[in-house]
């Protein structure tokens, strides 16, 4: 049975920023897995974009996945469509090759957040699975596991291209003041307990050298 994952990401960033951050999010410093980006197609179809392009990615695999995994990298497709009347952005990705091996399939889904002016949401679902026999679990779980860290980049790469394209958003600046005020807030609290921890300390070795001398 194929593994599922689902995530939600909020960019505190404008649908039409991110839309437009989206086409630029390589290279960045955290996207050394990426290795090239082509772009296929691009062609307007009832007011909508539809976008298909081809990424080369890195396949490094553990010591017992080489006997599956010949080849260093990986071709992904990506298609997307950009609705700016429903104010959408869907991205759909497939491996290509190694389908029988290990197939991955996402689907981003791009929307205003709402009720929060200036945010986007990005819920994102992936499909991992595996056709070789009695690997297939070993296989689709460290790909689970590799797709959710390659995630991480994905976010952390995404938000890094955001903040360079517009380094004077309003809701950036707010979201990143709030972090950094929340930041020394648990280091106040951080440091009275461990005063307050250190005084009970000294409090007890008072009281046991007291009732010593008593």
Known sequence: MAKYYESA???NYSWEQVTQGFWNRYPNPFSSHVLSEDTV????RNGK???KRLLTKTNHVPKWGERFFKAKSVNIVEESVVDPNERTLVTYTRNIGFNKIMSVVEKVVYTSLPDHPGKTIAIRS??????VYGFG???RAFG???FKKNCAKTVNG???VLQHMFPNNPVALAAAAAVSQGSKAQKLREAAKHASDHMKAQAEHLVQNLSVKG
């Open 158 to 160: 995404f938000n890094y």
């Open 9 to 11: 990401t909020v960019y």
């Open 137 to 139: 679990t070993a296989i």
């Open 126 to 131: 992936a499909w991992i699975d595996s056709s």
């Open 49 to 51: 974009l539809h976008s």
């Open 41 to 44: 197609s691009r062609e307007i």
């Open 144 to 146: 689970l596991d590799r």
